[in-house]
């Protein structure tokens, strides 16, 4: 064998790329796995704010009802290596696990530098060569374009190869390496692209009263999202949890959720979100809790009064939109004003206008159509020797571990060598 060949590339040092090295490895396979970066694990590193949710504990059938984009696509591969075997696999190789609400999972120091640690230890075991800052180019083809010889470094030389693993992530966070680059690559060989957006992120809103909370995160909201753009609403989400405001408009956990599974809409006309602030509270109960305070401490001010029961950042923009001032004092509120208010905090209502940029999306939607690839071994249908792993492929997950779900599974059987 010559020294620059080898079995497998894998292009792309993340979670897809790393586990595609393990595998093929495992396989029996000699590979190199090239990253641009000066490490492996870069965006791996930031990933559930340095914590690494790296997947789910739940039943594997349960994984599909949290993809968005072409679960079926990924039956195969998750059945073939899936969450438990994640887990299972992990603590082999030496990774401390905990689980936490919800079933997600993490490495039990809380650390997603552990994450890191461990696979990288287990490419070293396995004779894993890894070149770091090195940037491919192209890739290497058979004089008929169907089948791949290997890859083109830009710093000069060719690496060759029977199979290469594209794992170049999608372009969310770009400041980590994920600049589209497997996405050329791909169509330069005919491969489809689904139009990329971002995923997972927070989404704009067109009133900017949102400034004057921003920072404050509402702990337990009943959120609805509708579209009122015809002659008769619809409605499209309902989410109750967190939800927090930002310069731009809100985001959170089901926030996150609900910008991959409205993005596309939004980007054709603007929706609705309605906040119930009390969903503990019906209408005449919150009504009837407003009289009692009131009575009690009838000579405060209305701004004040409402301290005990919303944040204080809240209050000065539920009373704006109410109509009340807040100097008033609570016993001079007319009956029309206290049910305004209600309304308020039952009903706070703002225009969703898009999607934040990919510059703070936590994935990518679109991406590699899944037509053009077999499911079972990620291998493209098109160029002989030729795979793909991780989020380069149109698929996507709600918050949960589940999209580091699919970068396992489908990196997993990218790697692995036909029997």
């Known amino acids: 064998m010559l020294p620059d060949k080898v079995d497998t590339i894998i292009v792309g ?4 790329g790393m586990m595609a090295a393990v595998s093929a490895a495992l396989s029996g396979d000699r590979v190199l796995l090239i990253e641009k970066n000066e490490k492996t694990g870069k965006k791996l590193y930031i990933t559930g704010k340095g914590r690494c949710n790296f997947t789910n504990a739940c039943e594997i059938e349960d994984i599909f009802a949290q993809v968005v984009t072409n679960a079926k696509f990924l039956y195969s591969c998750i059945y073939g290596f899936s969450n438990h075997d994640v887990i299972e696999r992990f603590q082999e190789w030496g990774l401390p696990v905990r689980e936490e609400r919800g079933g997600r999972m993490f490495p039990a120091s809380d650390k997603s530098s552990d994450v890191i640690r461990m696979l990288n230890r287990r490419l070293h075991e396995l004779d894993v060569e890894v070149s770091l800052n090195t940037e491919v180019e192209d890739l290497v083809l058979t004089p008929e374009g169907d089948r791949v010889l290997g890859v083109r470094l830009r710093s000069g030389g ?71 753009s015809g002659a008769k609403e619809k409605k499209l989400l309902e989410g ?19 910008s991959s599974r409205i993005g596309d809409i939004l980007a054709d ?60 004092r609570s016993l001079d509120l007319t009956r029309e004003e206290r049910l305004h208010l209600v309304g308020q905090i039952k009903d706070f209502t703002l225009t969703l206008t898009g999607v934040r940029r990919f510059e703070e999306a936590i994935i990518t939607r679109g991406g590699i159509s899944v037509k053009e690839v077999n499911p079972q071994t990620m291998e493209s249908k098109l160029v002989s020797g030729l795979y793909f792993a991780g989020e380069i492929l149109d698929v996507d997950a709600l918050t949960g571990g589940y999209n580091l779900q699919i970068a396992w599974s489908t990196g997993f059987a990218a790697g692995r060598r036909d029997v």
């Open 13 to 16: 040092g993340g979670a897809a």
């Open 158 to 228: 060719e690496r060759m190869a029977d199979r290469v693993i594209l794992a170049t992530g999608g372009i969310s966070y770009p400041s980590t390496g994920s600049t589209g680059d497997g996405y050329r690559m791909a169509e330069e060989l005919g491969h489809s692209l689904v139009r990329p957006r971002p995923g997972l992120t927070g989404i704009a809103t067109k009133e900017t009263l949102v400034r004057k909370m921003q920072g404050l995160t509402l702990i337990n909201t009943a959120q609805t999202i509708w579209d009122r």
């Open 240 to 258: 109750f949890g967190e939800i927090l405001f930002t310069h731009f408009g809100v985001s959170g956990p089901t926030i996150l959720t609900a």
């Open 269 to 328: 006309h603007p929706l609705v979100l309605v906040l119930d602030i009390k969903p503990g509270l019906d209408r005449d109960q919150l009504d009837t809790r407003l009289l009692r305070d009131f009575r009690e401490d009838g000579k405060k001010a209305i701004g004040n009064l409402l301290r005990k029961m919303l944040p204080k950042s809240l209050i000065p923009v539920i009373l704006e939109q109410a109509g009340i001032e807040e100097t008033k």
